[in-house]
Nanobody, 125 residues
Framework: QVQQIESGGGLVQAGDSLRLSCAASGRTFSSYAMGWFRQAPGKEREFVAG????????QYGDSVKGRFTISRDNAKNTVYLQMNILKPEDTAVYYC??????????????????WGQGTQVTVSS
């Protein structure tokens, strides 16, 4: 089992950068694919980025490609989301998720078994 705690959210201006962190507990962290999703008020939870257990494979949602980068440090049991050129439409609660890398389709919510509580990111115009 993996439990995650997200951090790094906050209020920024359009064009700024933020780095989110997701610290996971459990000795099997390196076995899990990790993902970031986000949910804005009144909207469905949206895939942002995913990374394989090894870190060799990554996937991104269309709205963040070229601006966001997902990475992981298995020695620190942590996954990161570097967010650059932030836009007001990036405003959402960002959630970290973990799953046993079932199919490599990291954009699917069904790939993930464990979810964090989320961290708020607000981008002002």
């Amino acid at each position: 089992q993996v439990q995650q705690i997200e951090s790094g959210g906050g209020l920024v201006q359009a064009g700024d950068s933020l780095r989110l962190s997701c610290a996971a507990s459990g000795r099997t962290f390196s076995s899990y694919a990790m993902g970031w999703f986000r949910q804005a008020p009144g909207k469905e939870r949206e895939f942002v980025a995913g990374i394989s257990w090894s870190g060799h494979s990554t996937q991104y949602g269309d709205s963040v490609k070229g601006r966001f980068t997902i990475s992981r440090d298995n020695a620190k049991n942590t996954v990161y989301l570097q967010m650059n050129i932030l836009k007001p439409e990036d405003t959402a609660v960002y959630y970290c998720a973990a799953g046993l890398d079932y199919s490599g389709s990291y954009f699917l919510r069904a790939e993930y078994d464990y979810w964090g509580q989320g961290t708020q990111v607000t981008v002002s115009s």
